[in-house]
């Protein structure tokens, strides 16, 4: 998702179709209930609009929005909400009356010149400026199979720069589109919390929104500064995350030059060749060395203990004799002082279908119940697992962070994490009895990874 901003870097109209300017939409799944009741013809005029199922789930959303912006905007950044001014525009591109659109698109663009995106754009002097505009044939295709959500995600983001452009814009590509992203879950939690007359989520729903958003990061090794980056998926999910829960106020003030990122561009061809993979007989021996160090320095420079690390013990189907369930994928036994992990129902089909670090952060999960184990803390409850979760984060930013010998961060490699968090940590074998969301899961691994222990139930 992108936002125009013609002037500044597409001053003619020529250049408006210049690929500087224009941002592709990824699709983001959800299968929201129907809302709440459709919003009145007229209140939100759609130029072009079909009067389908599309244009009607965004104008819905985009009177939300009007009303939660009408309130935000003065309360968090001090100035009235001035409605935009140019409008919004539906547009099929394999099936454009030009008539429709007298003067274009948003800013002027040709209606054909919308296809597969979605922006907002801003420009003095220009045609339909401070609009938003939107391929429904494209958005239509993503919400076949990615649900109801969709379109109203999309308006939120683009209305995130739409407020943007009322009170400035961060000084980066990558700060400006994950602020969007922010701004965009701040609005979808007032939609969970039902304050929105036309618009609905569950939720449940969440995890799909979040799995979308693997759709939406750049290319694996795009670079922070690149013109038009709009941030890796733990930094874009990471930024929804955190509007969600902390509220617009952390969007505000949380989006300056000091925010970490985890995107990172490919620095030899061969780690853009392997996609940052190590080979997989060697993902082992990464994590055998890993997460000893990382667990003993935990402890000495943090956690002031002793840190005894446990043997670490792959295995293919059949668990060590500790474990308590002979179907686990993952095991801890901290009295005999092992953790093992299925090899052929776990960490290769991870390593094959998501990377080697998602892996890693597999085998952490079991690692970490064993540091709970000597810290005097529980290993078999909820608690024990959400905390398991949020020390693996850590784990993560010690890697990311390049804290430990031996192993070197790829480009991607967190965005692994969150995969194999929502699409395998909850399983019965894996983290058994953990009755949590995987918007949650991603939520804890989050806190470690950006505040370390002391998010972690741990005592730091």
Known sequence: ??????????????????????????????????????VRAGVVEVMGSDGGEVDQLAANALADLQDFWDEQLPQVFGSDFEPLSGGFFSVDPDDVDPAV???????????????????YCQAEGVANSDSISWDRAFLAELADGSGRFLPALVMAHEF??????????????ILTETQADCLAGAWTAWV????????????????????????LRDPVGTGQRNDQAHGSFFDRVSAFQEGFDAGTEACRDDFGPTRPFTQAEFLRDEDLASGGDAPYP?????????????????????????FDPPAL???DGSPPACADDPDLDLVACPGEGVVGYDDTDLARPLYDEIGDFAVLTAVSLPYA?????????STDDDDARRSAICLTGWYAAAVADGELSGIVISPGDVDESVQFLLTRARDEAVLPGLDISGFELVDLFRAGFLEGASACSVGA
């Open 1 to 38: 998702m992108g936002r125009r901003t013609y002037g500044a870097t597409c001053a003619l109209i020529g250049a408006l179709l210049s690929a500087g300017c224009v941002v592709s939409v990824g699709g983001v799944p959800s299968t929201a209930e129907p809302p709440r009741s459709d």
């Open 101 to 119: 659109y007298p003067q274009g698109a948003g800013c002027g663009t040709d209606p054909r010149d919308v296809e597969d995106n979605a922006f």
């Open 160 to 173: 995130g720069h739409a407020i943007q452009s009322r009170v400035g814009y961060p000084r980066t590509s």
């Open 192 to 215: 969970a919390d039902g304050e929105a007359e036309h618009t609905r989520i569950r939720e449940s729903e969440l995890d799909q929104v979040l799995g979308g958003y693997l759709q």
């Open 282 to 306: 060697e993902v082992g021996t990464l994590a055998a060395s890993s997460l000893p160090e990382f667990w003993t320095r935990a402890f000495d420079e943090v956690l002031d203990g002793e």
């Open 313 to 315: 013990e792959p295995f």
């Open 369 to 377: 119940l064993v540091a709970r184990d000597q810290l005097g803390l």
